[in-house]
């Protein structure tokens, strides 16, 4: 049975989908039916699909973390800012492809910034 639940997906920096918390049902979906993370070779590498999913997550991640490292830089790394980016990317009026990877990225960002009060 192919079921995702959106607030369960994870994503890593090499473009690649989890479940947090860990769902065994869901990443069968991810990795068998929808092939979401590649082709698993059997010499355990993977081949990414025709359309580059992988690549796509990983490039988003990519540009997300940029960003992050630019308002370290700059000195404006707070959680309201981090907020401002989130919401500027949900309030889009069409999203950018693989914006829920940046939103990933940016909530955990966040997360942690209010944590530590800044």
């Known amino acids: 049975m192919l079921y995702i639940e959106m607030d369960k997906i994870a994503y890593r920096r090499d473009g ?3 479940t947090e918390p860990r769902d065994e049902a869901m990443e069968k979906d991810i990795n068998e039916t929808l092939l979401l993370n590649g082709i698993r070779k059997e010499d355990g590498t993977v081949r990414d ?10 490039d988003a991640y990519d540009r997300a973390s940029r960003m992050m490292s630019e308002l370290n830089r700059r000195g404006k790394c707070t959680s309201a800012a981090v907020k401002k980016i989130m919401d500027d990317l949900l309030n889009k009026e069409e999203r950018e492809e693989y914006a829920g990877v940046k939103l990933y990225y940016f909530r955990k960002k966040y997360d942690s910034l209010k944590k530590r009060g800044l």
């Open 16 to 18: 690649t989908i989890y």
């Open 49 to 58: 699909t025709s359309t580059e999913l992988l690549k796509g997550r990983r």
